[in-house]
């Protein structure tokens, strides 16, 4: 049974930083693509990063300079350090694993299993 948890979001003044953390069992970690997502309330699920079995990296425009995404496949687990943090960060942050050899974009159909979301909240 594959098991995707997300750990680490909270409460956070603007400027900030968070380290988000995801643990998968249950599958060959080292398999799979990894991204992170996030929704905001009333809006659509966006993507964060994703990185690729390999360590192949991407991060859209809107957290690019901000957000570093990493994984250690020995640990089965999947980080996110966000960096100068902004209020419109603020959102439920969802950890997808995808069974790729390559890096799998933003595209939420390319993801399998997906966790619970942990919540970020960044004050003003």
């Known amino acids: 049974q594959v098991q995707v948890v997300e750990s680490g979001g909270g409460l956070v003044q603007a400027g900030g930083s968070l380290r988000l953390s995801c643990t998968a069992s249950?599958?060959?970690?080292?398999?799979?693509?990894m991204g992170w997502f996030r929704q905001a309330a009333g809006k659509e699920r966006e993507g964060v990063s994703c990185?690729?079995?390999?360590?192949?990296?991407y991060y859209p425009s809107f957290v690019k300079g901000r957000f570093t995404i990493s994984r250690d496949n020995a640990k089965n687990t999947l980080f996110l350090q966000m960096n100068s943090l902004k209020p419109e960060d603020s959102a439920i942050y969802y950890c997808?694993?995808?069974?790729?050899?390559?890096?799998?974009?933003?595209?939420?159909?390319?993801?399998?299993?997906w966790g619970q979301g942990t919540q970020v909240t960044v004050s003003s």
């Open positions: 997808a694993a995808g069974l790729s050899r390559w890096w799998l974009g933003l595209q939420e159909n390319k993801y399998t299993y």
């Open positions: 249950g599958l060959t970690f080292d398999d799979y693509a």
């Open positions: 990185i690729s079995r390999d360590g192949v990296k």
